[in-house]
Nanobody, 124 residues
Framework: QVQLVESGGGLVQAGASLRLSCAAS????????MGWFRQAPGKEREFVAA???????TYYADSVKGRFTISRDNAKSTVYLGMNLKPEDTAVYYC??????????????????WGQGTQVSVSS
């Protein structure tokens, strides 16, 4: 079992940067693929970024490529999402853990554990 707690959200202006953190409990963190997802009001949840268990592979949605950076620190059991923001990035951001590291990039259905989310609001 893994518990995930996101932090670092807030209200910023367009062009500003934020870094989200997701702290994980459990000793198996370093074996999990980790991902970030988001859900805007009235929209479906969508994939944002993923990082392999060792950090050597990353994968991004086209909408955030070049602006967002996913990283992880296995010693701290934490995954990060650095963001250079636009108004359309406004959403609740969730981190998720995928125990099946054999598939890349991982399908959303493989993420077994989810955090409670953190709100990111970007004004124009």
């Amino acid at each position: 079992q893994v518990q995930l707690v996101e932090s670092g959200g807030g209200l910023v202006q367009a062009g500003a940067s934020l870094r989200l953190s997701c702290a994980a409990s459990g000793r198996a963190f370093s074996t999990y693929t980790m991902g970030w997802f988001r859900q805007a009001p009235g929209k479906e949840r969508e994939f944002v970024a993923a990082i392999s268990w060792g950090g050597g592979r990353t994968y991004y949605a086209d909408s955030v490529k070049g602006r967002f950076t996913i990283s992880r620190d296995n010693a701290k059991s934490t995954v990060y999402l650095g963001m250079n923001l636009k108004p359309e990035d406004t959403a609740v951001y969730y981190c998720a853990a995928n125990p099946d590291s054999s598939r890349w990039p991982p399908a959303t259905r493989l993420y077994a554990y989810w955090g409670q989310g953190t709100q990111v609001s970007v004004s124009s």
